[in-house]
């Protein structure tokens, strides 16, 4: 009996082996659809974001592809990876026609985050004016704005939305209520990126983040001249290299400081807004751990760079979102330094 069973079952196992080998051996490769010759540009940046020129520019911009029998190339790893950042929905990537599988768009969409933001891409396409050339232009462009002096960046935070995670999951939870990360971001004054932090849960305050970060300690460090600074709002500390507004203004100077702060403090809430609608994956709640919506976050900022960088225009057709991005409206007073307030005293009665 017990060598009828063991026939038996080695009989079943060549059986299923076999039936494996047919189905491997059997495998179809499906036709994969040339989006980049069959798509026009305006229907490119309507599903992708970037139009042809914009899609072979990244592609440079990332390393060589695999070798090996039909293996996807890096141009077509970077459209999946662009229609998941366009609309949050991994199953869109592969329902565009395009015959990959789930499982490979969600392996496609981590390799290539992975390669978009390392710190040779991020620092290449984000970054600080740091030249006496690029200061003094970032400077004039902000002055024509709203009319305030030595600005070199707006800065603020934005909160990114995520399914709450298993690890810490309190940590996550923000002050309007739901799951996010905590993201700083300082924009120049045509609304491109120059300094992106996304690593912190939701409940951590905007003024936390900035007392952590890099660049807080470059100003500290002097690596900045005297006379540039940072515009935010209230709820960060303000101090010579980031001016806050006046909370109870006075009539006059006060005031007009105050109106000029606003506005040009504004362009970073439109310019978050703009990334959030440019890249719809922002909009709404990111189905991943933490640590990969960091680098969604921060692949997004280096793409809306790239799309400012070569001109390519925010979807018309893209609707929803307010153009408002930023936290906004901090229900907090961020800590009031002598040597902050001196400064900002001193802006007001020679500017203002």
Known sequence: MYEEFKEVNSSSSNVAAAVQLRHRRNRIFRARKDVLNDLTDYELIERYRLNRAGINFVTNQLQSPTKRNMSLDAELKVIITLRYLATGKMQLCNGDDLGISQATVSRVINQTLNALVIPAILHRFISMPSNAADLNRTQVQFQAIGGFPGVIGVIDGTHVRIIAPHVNEPEFVCRKGFHSINVQVVMDANYKILNIVAKWPGSVHDSRIWNNS???????????????????????????????????????????????????????????????????????????????????????????????????????????????????????????????????????????
């Open 214 to 352: 890099i660049l807080r300690h470059a100003f500290l460090n002097n690596q900045f001249p005297h006379g540039c600074h940072l515009l935010g709002d209230s709820g960060y500390p303000c101090r010579p290299h980031l001016l806050t507004p006046y909370l109870r203004p006075q009539p006059g100077q006060q005031t007009n400081y105050n109106r000029s702060h606003k506005i040009t403090r504004s362009l970073v809430e439109r310019g978050i807004g703009q990334m959030k609608r440019r890249f719809r994956v922002l909009h709404s709640e990111v189905r991943l751990e933490p640590i990969k919506v960091c680098k969604v976050i921060v692949a997004c900022a280096i793409l809306h760079n790239i799309c400012k960088n070569l001109n390519v225009p925010i979807n018309a057709g893209d609707g929803g979102g307010n153009n408002n991005g930023g936290n906004g409206g901090n229900i907090h007073q961020g800590p009031v330094a002598a040597d902050g307030i001196r400064y900002r005293q001193q802006i007001t009665q020679q500017y203002f």
